[in-house]
C-alpha cells in the first residue's frame, strides 16, 4: 500500500489503533449503544474512511508484539502505550490477527463488530465465534492470528541462539581485549545489540528464554548478555524508541566492564569475600568509567555507559555503592539496568553465591525492595514483563504433569507457554512437548492449567536441556 | 524482464553519480539537491512501472532476479562491494518511498565509513534510521567472533541432563504440597504511571553532560594519586567531546567546578598538579580552535567564552593567536582579543610570537592586545614591527609606543616621521608628543622646522601642530608665535597654511595672551586664516 506519501497517513496510523482500543474500552464499561461510544465510533469510522478513499482498504493486523496498517509498522510514542498495550491483549485473547477494513464503512458497521467483539471472550473459540458473528458485515473482516510456521520458528530459533552466543562471546572478547590493552570493535557491539533488539521486537519470549539457563561456566559474560536482554525488553514495556533501545542494550552490555580490573583470584573466588575483597570488589563502578572511557571514541552512548557504569549499584534511596556526593535522581537507564542486574543475579548461580534463586522468589524479593533499592515505577513494568510465571519456572500442571515455563502470554498471564517434561506419574518424558495453556475442550473449559508453581532451584532441573 | 533489467542498470548508474555527487560536494550544494531530486525522479519512475526494486547482493554486483544489473571491481568507489561487507546480501526498495527517505538513504550511502574512528557500518546507520520503504537482509555470520563458541557453551551446559530422580523428587514433593500461588503477578499500570512514565522519558531526553560531570568530580575524589592521570584523561575526553559537539555551556561549567577546587587551597597538591594538566589541556590548539569556531558561530556567547578563557593558563595564548586569523565576525574577534589581553599579561613573550605571523592583521591586533595590556616590557617586542610591511601595522606600532611612553623607541619614531605614508608619520608624531621628552620634542621640532615641512597636505601638518599645542609650553608658543608673524614672498599659500596651523595649536593651548595675535590674524583676507584664528579665538575664550 501507499498510504505514508506525504507522512500524513503515518499519523494517522496510531490515532486508528488508538482509537479502536478507545472503542473497545468505552465499549466495556459502557453499553455499546451509549453515546460515548458511539461518537468514539464516528470519529473511527471517519478517520478510517479518509484512509480507505486513500489506500483502497485497510488492513490492521497484529504480528508479534506490533501492529501493522497495510503492512507498514504502526509507530506510536509513549502516551499510546496503555492503548495498545491494551487492544493487543485484547486482540490475542480472542487470537484475533488481522481486522479488514473495506470500502464503504459505516458507524452501524463498527457497532456490530464491538458487539460481536465483547461477546466474543466468552465463548468456546473466541475468534470463531467474532468471525462467525461478523458475516452479515460486508466491510469488515478479520483473520486469525499467525502463529508462526514450525520451520519459521526453527529458523528464529536459530537466529536467538546464534545471536546471543555470539553476544556472549563478544562480550568475553571485550574484557580479554581490555585487559590486554586491545582496541574493541564497537561496530560489531552495535550490531549485536541491533539483533537483540530486532529479535526482543519479534519474538520477546526466546531470546527473553536464553537469560533463564544459568549453568554457564562463564557468568559474567552471560550476565552482561542477560542484563542487556533484560534492559532492552523492560525498556520495550516502557515504549522506548528503537535507537534508545540500541543505546540501552549497548550501555547495559558493558555496566559490569569495571570488573576487568578486580583480579580473577578475588572475581572467582568461591568463598564469600573478606572485607578487603569486598572493597576491591566496590571499586568496579570507578574501573567501569575508565574502561568506557578507554573502550571507545566519546560520543552520547559513551557518556551513558559511563553513567550506568558508575551508577548501577547504587541504590533507588542513594544507598547501596559508590557513595555518592550529588543527591539528584539516578539515570533512567542506570534504574532500568539496576533492576536487570539484580533479577539476573539473584536467579544466577554467581562464584560466590552458588545457590540460585527461582526466579518467582527472586521477583518477591525484588518487591520487597521496591522504593528502597528499586524504583517503583519501573518495577511495575519489570513485574508484568516477567509475569506470574517467569520463563524458566517449573510448574505443575491440572493433569499432574511437571512443565517448564518458556514463554509468557500478555492476554493471559496466568498461562504461559510450558513446555511439559513429566508424564502424570513423574516420569521424565525423553521428547518433551509444548503446550498451549489457552486451549478449551468442547465444553468450552481450559483443557490444561498450572496448578503449582515449584523451586526449580531445588531440583537440578537443566534448563539448558529444555529452552536451548 | 530485459526491458526492467535495462531500467535497473541505468537506475543504479544514477544511484552510484548521485553518492559520487555527495561525497563530493557540500550537503548544501546546488549541485548535490539536484542530483538527488533528479535520482529520486528516476527511482519513482523504476517504481511506478516495476513495483519495488529488489537486488541481490554480490562482492561486486548487484543482481536483478538473476540477471547482474551493477558491476564494480573499484575498491572505493562500488556499490556492491559497500552492501556487501558489512553483510547486507538483499535489498528491496518499495514504491511507496518519500523522498525525504531516498535522501536519508543516499546520505548514509555517501558516508564515509572507512575511517577508523566510525564506530558505525552502514547496517547500523539503516538499522537507525528504520527506513519504512526500504528493506534489506542481513547475514550475520560474518559478525561471528569465535566460530565454535555456541557450540562448546551448548554442550557444556546441557551435558549433564536432569536426572530421572529429580524429577521423581520434584513430582513427589508437588504431589505433598499444597496448592501455592504464583508469588510475582501482574500490577495494573495506571493513568498516574503513565504520566509520570512520560515524565522520566522527557526528562530523559535532557544533556547527560551535567550528570557525567558530576560523576567524574566523584571519580576525582574516590581516586588515589596514583590514579589522578587516568581521571584527568577521561575529563579531557569528555571536555574534548563537550565542546567538539558544541555543548560550550557544559564544558564550561565543567571547568568552572574544577577551577573551584583548583583554587581550593585544600585540594591535596597531587590533585592541584593534575587540574593544572587538564587547563593546559583545555589551553590546547585543537581545543582552542574548537572554542573559536564556536565563538565565531555563534554557539557560544561572548560572556560564556571569556569565562572558559578564564580557566585557562598562558598555554592557550598560541593556540588562541592561530584562532584568531581565522575568526570571521568582529564580534568573535573582539571577545578573543578580550581574552588574549588577559592570557597575555601571564606571558607577553607567548603573545609576542604573534607579531611573527604572517598575517598582517593578526600582527595588528596582538600589537592592540599590547596597547590594552600597557606593559611596558611589551617595548623590545613593538619595536620590532615599525618598520612592519603593512602600513596599518607599522600605524597601530607607532600608538602602542606612543601610549607606552617608549623613550627607547624615541629614535626610531623619529625614523618614521620620514615614512612614505603621511598617516604614519602623523601617528609617529602624535607618538613622540604623548612620549614627551626632550628627545622626542625635539624631533618633532626638527621635522616641523625643515624645509621639507612647508610641502606636505594641510591636514598633516596640522597633526603636528596639533603634537606641538600638546607640550604647551613657553618655547612651542614663541615658536608658534613666531610662525604666525612670518613673512613670506615665496609659497605664499604653504606658509599660509603653516600659520593656520599655529592658530590651531595656540587655540588648542588655550593661551589667553595669544588673542591679540589671533584677533589681528582673524582680519586677514586668507579665509583660511581668518577662519583658524576665529575657531582659535572661540576656543579659547569660551572653550569650544
Known amino acids: 500500500m501507499a498510504p505514508e506519501k506525504d507522512g500524513q497517513i503515518g499519523v494517522a496510523a496510531k490515532d486508528v489503533v488508538n482509537q479502536l482500543a478507545v472503542i473497545i474500552r468505552t465499549a466495556q464499561i459502557h453499553n455499546p449503544t451509549n453515546v460515548a461510544v458511539l461518537s468514539s465510533i464516528e470519529k473511527f469510522v471517519s478517520m478510517l474512511n479518509r484512509l480507505i478513499w486513500e489506500a483502497g482498504s485497510v488492513e490492521l493486523e497484529l504480528v508479534g508484539d506490533y501492529f501493522y496498517l497495510n503492512e507498514d509498522r504502526v509507530r506510536f510514542s509513549v502516551e499510546y502505550l496503555l492503548n495498545f498495550d491494551f487492544l493487543q491483549r485484547e486482540f490475542k485473547g480472542r487470537s484475533l490477527g488481522r481486522v479488514h477494513f473495506l470500502c464503504g464503512l459505516k458507524p452501524e458497521d463498527m457497532q456490530h463488530f464491538v458487539a460481536a467483539f465483547l461477546a466474543a471472550p466468552h465463548r468456546p473459540d473466541p475468534f470463531e465465534s467474532l468471525s462467525h458473528a461478523l458475516e452479515p458485515v460486508k466491510c469488515i473482516e478479520v483473520g486469525g492470528l499467525r502463529r508462526i510456521a514450525e520451520e519459521a520458528e526453527h529458523d528464529i530459533r536459530r537466529t536467538v541462539k546464534r545471536t546471543y552466543f555470539n553476544a556472549v562471546s563478544f562480550s568475553k572478547g571485550v574484557m580479554k581485549k581490555l585487559r590486554a590493552g586491545e582496541k574493541v570493535n564497537i561496530r560489531r557491539a552495535k550490531r549485536i545489540v541491533e539483533s537483540m533488539v530486532d529479535l526482543l521486537l519479534q519474538q520477546e519470549d526466546l531470546l527473553l528464554g536464553m537469560t533463564a539457563i544459568k549453568n554457564y561456566d562463564d557468568y559474567t559474560f552471560h550476565h552482561s548478555v542477560n542484563v542487556s536482554i533484560l534492559s532492552i525488553a523492560l525498556g520495550q514495556r516502557l515504549g522506548l524508541s528503537k535507537r534508545a533501545l540500541m543505546e540501552l542494550g549497548m550501555v547495559a552490555l558493558f555496566h559490569d566492564i569495571g570488573k576487568t580490573e578486580i583480579p580473577p583470584e578475588v572475581l572467582n573466588k568461591p568463598s564469600n569475600f573478606t572485607d578487603e575483597e569486598w572493597r576491591i570488589v566496590r571499586r568496579h563502578p570507578f574501573w567501569g568509567v575508565k574502561a568506557v572511557f578507554k573502550m571507545k571514541g566519546v560520543d552520547a552512548t559513551t557518556i551513558r555507559a559511563a553513567i550506568v557504569a558508575y551508577e548501577h549499584h547504587i541504590h533507588h534511596d542513594k544507598t547501596g555503592y559508590p557513595r555518592v556526593r550529588r543527591l539528584s535522581d539516578l539515570d533512567l537507564f542506570s534504574r532500568i539496568v539496576s533492576i536487570a542486574d539484580q533479577y539476573d543475579g539473584m536467579t544466577s548461580s554467581r562464584v560466590y553465591a552458588r545457590v540460585p534463586m527461582s526466579p518467582d522468589r527472586a521477583l518477591s524479593l525484588m518487591m520487597k525492595r521496591t522504593g528502597s533499592q528499586l524504583d517503583p515505577l519501573l518495577m511495575k513494568f519489570f513485574i508484568n514483563m516477567v509475569g506470574f510465571y517467569p520463563v524458566g519456572s517449573l510448574v505443575v500442571l491440572d493433569s499432574k504433569e511437571l512443565a517448564v515455563v518458556c514463554g509468557t502470554n500478555p492476554a493471559h498471564p496466568l498461562r504461559p507457554k510450558v513446555l511439559i517434561i513429566t508424564d502424570p506419574r513423574g516420569n521424565k518424558l525423553q521428547e518433551p512437548r509444548m503446550a498451549d495453556l489457552t486451549l478449551k475442550n468442547p465444553q468450552g473449559e481450559y483443557s490444561l492449567s498450572i496448578v503449582k508453581s515449584l523451586d526449580i532451584t531445588r531440583y537440578r532441573v537443566n534448563l539448558a536441556e529444555y529452552l536451548l | ?544
Not at chain 2, 552492501?83 to 518519500?98: C, H, N, Q, S
Not at chain 2, 598562558?314 to 565576525?329: C, M, N, P, Y
Request: glycine share 6%.
Open chain 2, 1 to 544: 524482464m530485459q526491458q526492467e533489467a535495462r531500467e535497473a542498470q541505468e537506475l543504479l548508474q544514477t544511484l552510484a553519480r548521485t553518492r559520487k555527487n555527495l561525497r563530493i560536494y557540500p550537503e548544501n550544494n546546488p549541485v548535490c539537491a539536484k542530483t538527488v531530486a533528479d535520482a529520486f525522479k528516476r527511482l519513482q519512475e523504476y517504481l511506478h512501472s516495476n513495483g519495488e526494486l529488489h537486488l541481490k547482493i554480490r562482492q561486486n554486483e548487484l543482481l536483478l532476479g538473476d540477471a547482474p544489473v551493477y558491476r564494480s571491481t573499484d575498491r572505493d568507489d562500488n556499490l556492491a562491494m559497500l552492501f556487501f561487507k558489512d553483510g547486507i546480501r538483499e535489498l528491496t526498495i518499495r514504491e511507496a518511498i518519500t523522498e525525504e527517505e531516498f535522501r536519508d538513504f543516499m546520505k548514509i550511502l555517501a558516508q564515509d565509513l572507512d575511517r577508523e574512528d566510525v564506530e558505525d557500518d552502514i547496517v547500523t546507520l539503516m538499522w537507525e534510521r528504520d527506513f519504512e520503504h526500504i528493506r534489506y537482509v542481513v547475514d550475520e555470520n560474518f559478525l561471528l567472533e569465535e566460530d565454535d563458541y555456541q557450540d562448546r557453551a551448548v554442550k557444556q551446559a546441557t551435558e549433564e541432563g536432569t536426572q530421572e530422580e529429580d524429577l521423581k523428587k520434584a513430582y513427589q514433593d508437588a504431589l505433598q504440597m499444597e496448592a501455592r500461588p504464583p508469588q510475582g503477578g501482574i500490577v495494573p499500570i495506571t493513568e498516574q504511571d503513565l504520566n509520570a512514565l512520560v515524565k522520566e522519558i522527557e526528562r530523559d531526553s535532557q544533556d547527560k553532560f551535567p550528570r557525567l560531570s558530576g560523576i567524574l568530580v566523584d571519580l576525582l575524589f574516590d581516586a588515589l594519586p596514583q590514579e589522578y592521570p587516568d581521571v584527568m584523561n577521561i575529563f579531557q575526553n569528555a571536555l574534548e567531546y563537550a565542546i567538539a559537539s558544541g555543548n560550550f555551556a557544559s564544558a564550561v561549567h565543567m571547568l568552572r567546578v574544577l577551577h573551584g577546587f583548583y583554587q581550593d587551597e585544600a585540594t591535596p597538591p597531587e590533585m592541584r598538579k593534575s587540574l593544572r594538566g587538564l587547563f593546559a589541556f583545555a589551553s590546547s590548539p585543537p581545543l582552542a580552535k574548537m572554542a573559536g569556531t564556536l565563538l565565531d558561530e555563534g554557539k557560544a556567547g561572548a560572556e560564556l567564552f571569556s569565562e572558559y578563557a578564564g580557566y585557562l593558563g598562558k598555554e592557550a595564548i598560541g593556540s588562541f593567536i592561530t584562532v584568531l586569523g581565522e575568526l570571521r565576525t568582529i564580534e568573535a574577534r573582539k571577545t578573543l582579543i578580550e581574552a588574549l589581553a588577559r592570557l597575555g599579561q601571564e606571558d607577553l613573550e607567548a603573545l609576542a610570537q604573534g607579531l611573527r605571523d604572517q598575517r598582517w592583521y593578526v600582527v595588528r591586533n596582538i600589537i592592540y592586545i599590547f596597547r590594552r595590556i600597557g606593559d611596558r616590557r611589551a617595548v623590545g617586542y613593538l619595536m620590532k614591527t615599525v618598520h612592519h610591511p603593512d602600513v596599518r601595522v607599522r600605524m597601530e606600532a607607532l600608538r602602542a609606543l606612543g601610549e607606552l611612553r617608549a623613550q627607547e623607541a624615541v629614535a626610531l619614531l623619529g625614523q618614521a616621521l620620514e615614512d612614505p605614508e603621511a598617516a604614519v608619520r602623523s601617528t609617529a608624531a602624535r607618538a613622540l608628543g604623548r612620549i614627551g621628552s626632550p628627545e622626542a620634542k625635539a624631533l618633532v621640532f626638527a621635522k616641523v622646522t625643515a624645509k621639507e615641512f612647508l610641502n606636505l597636505q594641510f591636514s598633516e601638518k596640522k597633526e603636528f601642530f596639533e603634537v606641538l599645542a600638546g607640550y604647551n609650553d613657553e618655547e612651542t608658543y614663541e615658536f608658534l608665535l613666531r610662525t604666525i608673524k612670518k613673512r613670506a614672498l615665496l609659497k605664499r599659500a604653504k606658509v599660509q597654511e603653516l600659520k593656520a596651523c599655529a592658530a590651531y595649536a595656540l587655540g588648542l593651548m588655550k593661551r589667553k595672551e595669544a588673542l591679540a595675535v589671533l584677533h589681528k590674524l582673524r582680519e586677514s583676507k586668507n579665509r583660511l586664516l581668518s577662519e583658524y584664528a576665529y575657531a582659535a579665538i572661540r576656543r579659547i575664550e569660551y572653550g569650544t
